[in-house]
């Protein structure tokens, strides 16, 4: 890729000449959102799912949205562009913006700060797919609006690294004996016979990915539910996965050291993986929804 060409503020520009005030409320507060969103054949996966929970986690943290849908649209298909098409990740973040002083209210007459960039977006190695990811479950110490996609992710990276220490790929997050997702994914679990995520609320971010697993199940006629995850229901398991937009969707094959069913990625996952596969093929043709 060439030089990398970024979206600040209304302007395309190189990455070298972006810049953003320190005193920009997501430096000094974390106080913004975000999104990241795949892209396949320089086609955007999902993009009005993401645009959608971009304007709930805006709602959820009292910003209003800064450009219309069809300046999104249209800003993220220049930024494709720009970056040579391909197989790409675009992040893209909304702080409150760069008031005169720091104050923690919210300041008035202030313009949003608008970021998006796009990276080359690698698909998990086959070697890992073989073999499968190692996890480990945490404690979930965050706040209780998890639904919404702020950049405030400190707790999220403690989580991770935590992981990382221990030799694994990614944290399980338990809170009060139920799982509620990864540090930065979604969990399904194939629980006798059943495919398994728990349900949206507070504690969770509604996946774009994890949603369209679901609406592949169901169009495959692959038993799911949306219910609830013990500590003991996850050791039970026959398959583990975590699922995001950059990992698609990765089989967990030991947690906590022991091993999760066979060992093995399992015959469901096998099977998601294909659809998910058909489905991602469709979308670089032009003929996904
Ligand atoms: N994170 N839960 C958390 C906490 C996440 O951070 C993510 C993704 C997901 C999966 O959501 P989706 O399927 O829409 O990617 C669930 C992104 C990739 C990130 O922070 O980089």
Same mark, same amino acid.
């Given at each position: 890729?060439? *030089?990398?060409?970024?979206?600040?503020?209304?302007?395309?520009?190189?990455?070298?000449?972006?810049?953003?005030?320190?005193?920009?409320?997501?430096?000094?507060?974390?106080?913004?959102?975000?999104?990241?969103?795949?892209?396949?054949?320089?086609?955007?996966?999902?993009?009005?799912?993401?645009?959608?929970?971009? =304007?709930?986690?805006?709602?959820?943290?009292?910003?209003?949205?800064?450009?219309?849908? /069809?300046?999104?649209?249209?800003?993220?298909?220049?930024?494709? /562009?720009?970056?040579?098409?391909?197989?790409?990740?675009?992040?893209?973040?909304?702080?409150?913006?760069?008031?005169?002083?720091?104050?923690?209210?919210?300041?008035?007459?202030?313009?949003?700060?608008?970021?998006?960039?796009?990276?080359?977006?690698?698909?998990?190695?086959?070697?890992?797919?073989?073999?499968?990811?190692?996890?480990?479950?945490?404690?979930?110490?965050?706040?209780?609006?998890?639904?919404?996609?702020?950049?405030?992710?400190?707790?999220?990276?403690?989580? /991770?690294?935590?992981?990382?220490?221990?030799?694994?790929?990614?944290?399980?997050?338990?809170?009060?004996?139920?799982?509620?997702?990864?540090? *930065?994914?979604?969990?399904?679990?194939?629980?006798?016979?059943?495919?398994?995520?728990?349900?949206?609320?507070?504690?969770?971010?509604?996946?774009?990915?994890?949603?369209?697993?679901?609406?592949?199940?169901?169009?495959?006629?692959?038993?799911?539910?949306?219910?609830?995850?013990?500590?003991?229901?996850?050791?039970?398991?026959?398959?583990?996965?975590?699922?995001?937009?950059?990992?698609?969707?990765?089989?967990?094959?030991?947690?906590?050291?022991?091993?999760?069913?066979?060992?093995?990625?399992?015959?469901?996952?096998? =099977?998601?993986?294909?659809?998910?596969?058909?489905?991602?093929?469709?979308?670089?043709?032009?003929?996904?929804?």
């Amino acid at each position: 890729m060439n *030089a990398p060409i970024v979206y600040l503020n209304h302007e395309f520009m190189p990455l070298a000449e972006a810049r953003v005030s320190p005193l920009d409320r997501g430096f000094l507060f974390a106080d913004g959102v975000y999104e990241v969103i795949p892209v396949y054949a320089g086609k955007a996966f999902r993009l009005q799912e993401h645009l959608d929970r971009l =304007q709930r986690s805006l709602d959820g943290i009292r910003l209003s949205m800064p450009l219309t849908n /069809r300046d999104w649209i249209h800003a993220i298909d220049e930024l494709i /562009r720009h970056n040579g098409g391909g197989e790409l990740s675009i992040y893209l973040q909304i702080t409150r913006g760069a008031a005169a002083y720091r104050d923690h209210a919210f300041p008035a007459g202030v313009d949003p700060t608008v970021f998006m960039m796009a990276t080359t977006r690698k698909p998990p190695e086959p070697a890992l797919l073989a073999m499968g990811i190692r996890a480990i479950t945490l404690d979930d110490i965050r706040w209780r609006y998890c639904h919404l996609k702020t950049i405030a992710l400190l707790p999220n990276i403690l989580l /991770r690294q935590e992981a990382i220490d221990h030799g694994c790929t990614e944290a399980i997050l338990v809170r009060d004996d139920l799982v509620t997702e990864g540090a *930065a994914s979604n969990v399904f679990i194939v629980h006798k016979g059943t495919l398994l995520t728990p349900p949206r609320g507070p504690f969770l971010l509604p996946g774009i990915t994890r949603d369209l697993l679901l609406e592949l199940a169901r169009e495959h006629g692959i038993p799911c539910r949306e219910a609830d995850i013990t500590r003991d229901m996850l050791a039970e398991a026959s398959e583990v996965w975590v699922t995001s937009s950059t990992r698609e969707i990765l089989p967990v094959t030991e947690i906590d050291e022991q091993a999760v069913g066979t060992g093995e990625p399992g015959p469901v996952w096998a =099977q998601m993986m294909a659809h998910y596969r058909v489905y991602t093929d469709l979308l670089r043709s032009g003929d996904a929804a």
